[in-house]
């Protein structure tokens, strides 16, 4: 699963988060301490819950990432990307098992920052490629930043 951090926003349309500034508009009702506008969540998501889409360069309101690696594993592909937004913390569940929140910042450089798509064979970016990313709204959870305890409801 993908982890990134978020902040809940205000949102007359019900729960949202901002990823670096992106807002995503959730489909889920969210309970617990960390679910208060301005409050901390961790946002995760499946691979296969992750699209994208040829990047629109200084379009305002997507995440960007360069493609790393592509692993193909017929009939689909698993995609590595690393964000390019360098105020977007990328979590490991490594990081959540056990409270080892230990500060690896820095330790595997851009690398700590992929995120992982699985894709169609048939929908590959390019390797290097930047492409902005598609998170489905619908198929994400919610954790407490600081316990990893789930927050949806």
């Known amino acids: 699963m993908n982890f990134v951090e978020a902040e809940i926003v205000e949102s007359g349309a019900g729960t949202a988060v901002s990823v670096g500034g992106t807002e995503l508009a ?13 409050g901390r969540v961790l946002l995760g998501f499946r691979p296969e819950h992750l699209g994208w889409r040829r ?14 690696l592509i692993e193909h594993i017929e009939p689909e592909a698993y ?10 913390v990328v979590r490991t569940a490594d990081e959540l098992v056990g409270g080892n929140a230990e500060d690896k910042t820095g330790l595997a450089g851009e690398d700590a920052r992929l995120l992982t798509l699985r894709v169609s064979t048939d929908e ?8 902005d990313l598609v998170i489905e ?7 407490d930043i600081a316990t990893g305890d789930g927050l949806g409801g």
């Open 124 to 131: 590959v970016p390019d390797r290097g490629e930047v492409v």
């Open 79 to 88: 995609v590595s990307a690393s964000l390019l937004d360098p105020t977007i």
């Open 55 to 68: 990047s629109e360069e200084g379009a305002p309101g997507n995440l960007q990432a360069r493609v790393k």
């Open 137 to 143: 709204p619908d198929r994400v959870h919610l954790f």
């Open 26 to 38: 959730l489909a889920l009702q969210v309970a617990g301490g960390g679910a208060r506008s301005g």
